[in-house]
């Protein structure tokens, strides 16, 4: 397989940097979640 083919296997179209933007952020979202149970020592199964 040449490497142009595998390059394009791996990064389809220019999303890899869109996809890893969406994942830092959701990342972000959930460590902001898990602080703030953290801080008012909820349990993360206890209802919201």
């Known amino acids: 397989m ?3 083919e595998l ?3 791996v990064e389809p179209s ?3 940097l869109v ?3 969406e ?3 959701a990342l972000l979202l ?3 979640i ?3 149970r953290e ?3 909820m349990c993360a199964t206890s209802s919201t």
């Open 30 to 32: 959930c460590s902001l």
């Open 23 to 25: 994942l830092a952020l």
């Open 7 to 9: 390059v394009e296997v």
């Open 39 to 41: 801080v008012k020592q």
């Open 14 to 16: 220019g999303q890899g």
């Open 2 to 4: 040449p490497w142009a």
């Open 34 to 36: 898990g602080l703030e």
């Open 19 to 21: 996809q890893f933007a």
